[in-house]
Structures are given as C-alpha cells and as structure tokens.
C-alpha cells in the first residue's frame, strides 16, 4: 500500500477520477486535490484562496508516498511541472498517467 497524490490540470478531471478509482481499488490511498465545478480552475478563487490551495497541495505531496501526474497526451502545464520538482526535491516517486496507461 502506497499514499499517492494525484497531480495534473484540473481539465482532466475525468481521468483523475477514473485513475483514483483504479489506484485505490489496488490498495492505495488517493489525495485528490479539492474540485467544485461551479469553480473550475484557478481563475474562479482570489490570489489568496489559490495560494492555500497550492499549499495543500504542497501538504498532500510531503504525506505522500507517490505523485500520479496526469498527463494526457503527454501534456503538462507549469503548475504541474512544479509539483513534480517539488516531489523530486522530497524523494518521492514520480507516476505517469501516461505509463500506466500504455502498460494496459
């Protein structure tokens, strides 16, 4: 059993879903980062909402044993990027969505 953070633009909010499913009835525990889909991306919080959103994130990624960045399409934005360096920084294992997909 691993704790792994799911990581990834808000846009593949399907795949999220879909991989968490996946990885938690493998016997993994899942961290999702929070999702309201009357506020769909970062533009619908203040300045002050996005960074405790970011910090949280932060705190789920230090709990963890693993990221599961969702790629789609190879796909990766900034925020995302970050959130990789920052689990590398911590010694934590990187997934790619990709992969495990490919691996099917």
Avoid: W
């Amino acid at each position: 059993m691993k704790i792994i953070t799911i990581c990834g633009s808000m846009k593949f909010i399907r795949e999220m879903m879909e991989i968490s499913e996946r990885v938690e009835l493998q016997g993994n525990v899942v961290l999702m980062p929070i999702y309201n889909p009357s506020r769909p991306n970062k533009e619908s919080f203040t300045s002050e909402e996005v960074l405790i959103l970011d910090k949280m994130h932060r705190e789920r990624i230090k709990l963890s044993d693993a990221i599961l960045v969702i790629n789609v399409n190879g796909y990766i934005g900034s925020s995302t990027k970050n959130e990789i360096e920052y689990a590398k920084s911590l010694n934590k294992e990187v997934i790619y969505y990709t992969d495990l997909i490919n691996a099917i």
